[in-house]
């Protein structure tokens, strides 16, 4: 039954905004939607949720809508036609538009004869590149249909509970209290399920620092680690720092984690992020010419999360289907090559690292670890771990556990 509901104008506007900065402009989805979310604080969280959810899932379908429309054309930049589009995917939504003057004439006959057309092809029906398609599947083979699926599901939401400052009982507690319902994760220690999409960090848990927002996939990584309390631990390309921050709660706030990256303003993210939580034995650290040299046998546990193609995460960051190019993935490649050969130095003789991506390619992920044990005979593999979309349910990541002899 079609959903017969008022749809406000500035709502669609909105949206329409939105897809014409991501796709015209090229900025990332989740900062047009928060920009244009900050540009109208009048909007309710229905108005918002609205919004944000319909941008994100037109984005993540741009290609089916696109072939329904008439083009199948995934680098459509014909601004005119966008309104058009958000009708066509409200109508797959079960929304009857047939009073609405809002999206112009959509022929409805048409639009389902072409949806029927596109499940049989996946490139159209999960909305993937051509060379996306056939790059995948050529690693992963058999796999790839399942993880495709899986990929073009919307995310869950995951919390990490702040043990510094929290237990996850008590964290439990206080959110059932507000109706937030979240559930454990089973394998994941510190994660939970958020049951009902909502803005966490409206509450006041959040600012208060009783938990931060990560894929409990991500969480694995640093529980893989073995990090102990005293330890010095070498986090050497942190970013904002969210498996930084993990790793002091397993570290009880003792010892001292050195957070590295190239981009001064992440680190400061991090800095104001490691405050709310009430951490105090993280040092955020610019890499400069001579960081890592310097740096070089210090680490008791070290970890390598690389800049890598993002594929295993797809459903948080959909337009990276669009914006991602096949010569990227082969640059990123070497990048990854080159940190786990020069950062790997780090590592103290006894110690363990951690190399990570959020991939699902091997040549992303084992191959690179292959390669590097192959060139680095003190170094040796304790254990992996992929963390599969479509099995489990998260991300998809790569972990491997490395020892130096």
Not at 337 to 358: E, N, P, R, W
Request: charged share 30%.
């Amino acid at each position: 039954m079609s959903k017969v509901i008022k749809l406000f104008p500035p709502l669609i506007e909105a949206i329409e905004k939105a897809l014409v900065e991501i796709f015209v402009e090229n900025r990332k989805a989740d900062k047009a939607i928060s920009g244009i979310l900050k540009s109208n604080p009048k909007w309710g969280s229905r108005d918002r949720g609205f919004i944000a959810e319909n941008t994100y899932d037109i984005v993540r379908n741009w290609r089916l809508i696109n072939y329904c429309y008439g083009k199948d054309d995934v680098n459509n930049k014909l601004t005119g036609t966008y309104r058009e589009l958000i009708g066509i995917w409200l109508i797959f939504k079960g929304y009857d538009l047939s009073s609405s003057t809002l999206f112009g004439k959509i022929d409805i006959e048409k639009i389902n004869e072409r949806r029927a057309e596109a499940e049989k092809d996946r490139r159209i029906k999960y909305s993937v590149a051509d060379w996306m398609d056939e790059k995948i599947s050529e690693e992963i083979g058999e796999a790839w249909p399942a993880e495709l699926e899986a990929l073009s599901n919307q995310a869950e939401v995951f919390l990490r509970v702040n043990t510094t400052k929290i237990s996850k009982e008590d964290l439990i507690k206080l959110l059932n209290e507000k109706e937030v319902e979240v559930s454990e994760v089973e394998g994941v220690d510190s994660a939970l399920l958020l049951k009902k999409r909502m803005n966490v960090f409206s509450l006041e848990e959040f600012r208060k620092g009783f938990f931060e927002v990560q894929d409990a996939g991500s969480q694995m990584i640093s529980e893989l680690l073995d990090i102990q309390p005293e330890q010095r631990v070498i986090d050497a390309c942190a970013g904002a720092g969210g498996k930084t921050l993990h790793m002091a709660n397993i570290m009880k706030n003792k010892g001292r984690i050195i957070a590295l990256d190239v981009e001064e303003h992440k680190l400061v993210e991090l800095k104001s992020r490691a405050k709310r939580n009430g951490l105090s034995n993280i040092e955020p650290k610019l890499i400069e010419s001579k960081t890592i040299k310097r740096l070089r046998d210090t680490a008791d546990r070290l970890l390598l999360d690389v800049p890598c193609s993002g594929l295993g995460v797809l459903k948080r960051n959909p337009d990276a289907k669009w914006k991602l190019k096949l010569e990227f993935l082969e640059e990123i490649k070497q990048v990854q090559a080159t940190i786990l050969q020069d950062y790997s130095k780090i590592l103290k003789s006894g110690g363990k690292m951690v190399y990570a991506t959020c991939s699902i390619l091997p040549s992303e992920n084992e191959k690179q670890v292959e390669k590097f044990l192959a060139n680095n005979p003190d170094y040796f593999l304790i254990k992996e771990n992929k963390v599969s979309p479509a099995k489990d349910g998260f991300d998809g990541f790569y972990m491997a556990l490395i020892g130096r002899s």
